[in-house]
């Protein structure tokens, strides 16, 4: 291969002080790696050059580049296979080919494989001043937004632990005295003490629930809480939330009836994140719902997919509010739901499990006749690749 730069002149054109300098040249033509030594230098970048793929590629982990220009056309190791390797070892460096017209759908092939831009041949001075800084630049930047990210990170785990440490602990701690002084003083304590006790108790009760379910979707979006590739019997999660709410629904006077298909697969996904859904989606059809009223949870195959079904006779849900529904934090208020206390939490995170197990989830309801949440599931032959229930 013949030396391609075309001398245009020496524009200047300086890298911002003090940032991204480092540059890797690979090409099998010496006169193409002295001359873009020559500008490059000139231009103020430190540059190391190599005739062979694999001495750069062994270089990068000593002295990492910012940004690695490598000829597509070489004898043993190509620029393609150049690229694979050097994104094995390196996800930052930004590298940019250069190539021959004749390569130019190669030169797409490498921007596929990971190359950010391409310098064609022959080029001036210029436009390789140009792609370097450019492609310097992009990784400043990338840089800079992964510290960002970093940050941002860190600012929420330490808030996520001062919440659970600094809040939840001296709310749990007061509402074990009041548990207790309510239990033990029971009959000392006049009825306007007793009363203001149990709101109080209450109240705490309230915000612990609130700080648990903030908790807990802090957790999912920090992608620590679903695990895709675990596998979780519906039925048996099902039981367990229909128990837990039992004296909610009797004391509602709500029935809770169960229709599962006994061929139904397993699921996809952990338990401990698919019974959160159940729960949450079973205590609010309890919880807004009728004196009289029932709510019926089904659950079938649907292709690949577990189709669960939570229905409610309940008060339903007005048209305006169903767009804002999984927001965080929103609840509808009406007069009929203003005294039924909640963290407007439950169906947010719902669906971020839901959307986290490779679901979906959806809501239709009437006002007055009732809801029914229909949530899409992975079956585990699907997410996991095997799996019938035991
Ligand atoms: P919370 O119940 O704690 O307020 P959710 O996120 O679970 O929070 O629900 C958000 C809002 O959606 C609730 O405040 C309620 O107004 C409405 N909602 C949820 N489920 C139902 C249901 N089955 N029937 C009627 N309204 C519901």
Known sequence: MTAQVMDAGMRTAVPPAGEARRVFVIDD???????????????????????????????????????LLVDLKMPELDGLQVIERVREIDEDVVIAVITGYATISTAVDAMKAGAYDFLPKP???????????????RWRLAMESKRLRREKEEAERRFVTFVSHQLKSPLVAAKQYLDVLLYTHKGELSPRTSEWLVRAQVRLGEMLNLIQDWLALARIERGTVCDRTATTDLPGIVRQ???????????????????????????????ASLATIVTNLVSNAVKYNRVGGRVTIRAAAEGTMALLEVVDTGIGIPDQAIPHLFEEFYRVRTDQTRHIAGTGLGLAICKRIAHDLGGSIEVASRVGEGTRFA?????AATAAGGGVRA
């Open 29 to 67: 033509d010496d006169i193409m790696l002295v001359s873009c030594r020559r500008i490059l230098e000139k231009a103020g970048y430190e540059v190391e050059t190599f005739s062979h793929g694999a001495e750069g590629i062994r270089r990068i982990p000593e002295a990492p580049p910012q940004l």
């Open 123 to 137: 080029f001036t001075p210029d436009e390789l001043r140009l792609i370097v800084n450019r492609g310097c630049e």
């Open 241 to 271: 939330a229909v128990d837990a709410v039992a004296p909610q629904a009797e004391a509602a006077g709500v029935t809770v009836e169960v229709e599962i298909a006994p061929s139904l697969p397993l699921l996809g996904g952990d338990e």
């Open 375 to 379: 949530v899409r599931i992975p079956l």
